[in-house]
C-alpha cells in the first residue's frame, strides 16, 4: 500500500510539474479547464506501466483537470474528445480518471507525426451550463 501511495505521488508530481511548465486553462461553462498535452517519453517507465500508458517518441498524452471556476474544487465530468492532424487523419481520445485525495485528472493519449500541429477538440459535460468545446492546437516533435 505504502509503494502504491508513493508512486502515486510521483504521477501527481509529475503531472503538476507538467502543468507548471505549460500550464493552459480555458473557461467552459461553470467549469475551469487547465490542460496540458506533451510527448508520453516525458514520463518515466514505472509510472507509464503503473498507469498502462505506452510510452512512444509518437505518442502524445493530453492531461486535464477539471475544477468548479468559483469553489475551484476537482469536478468528476469525464472528457470526450478527439485529436486531428494536417492530413485529416481524426484519433477519438479515451480519457481515464485518475483520482487522488481531492485532486482529480483526466489522461488520453494519441499518435502524431514529427513536427505535426495536432488540433484538439474536447466537450467537458456541465450541468450548469452548457459550454463550448476546449479547442487548441499544439505542435508536438519526436524525440
Known sequence: MRVLTYTLTAVLLTL??????????????????????FNSTFLTPQIAAQYDITRSEKRGLINIAILDAE????????????????????????FKQIVEGE??????????GDEEVM?????????KVPGEP???EQKFYQE
Open 16 to 37: 503538476i510539474a507538467t502543468f507548471a511548465q505549460a500550464e493552459q486553462k480555458q473557461r467552459v461553462g461553470d467549469w475551469e479547464v487547465h490542460y496540458s498535452a
Open 71 to 94: 469553489t475551484q474544487k476537482a469536478v468528476k465530468a469525464l472528457p470526450k474528445g478527439h485529436v486531428s492532424n494536417p492530413r485529416g487523419g481524426v484519433q477519438s481520445l479515451e
Open 119 to 127: 488540433k484538439f477538440t474536447i466537450n467537458i459535460p456541465n450541468s
Open 134 to 136: 476546449l479547442l487548441f
Open 103 to 112: 485532486s482529480v485528472y483526466y489522461l488520453a493519449s494519441f499518435l502524431f
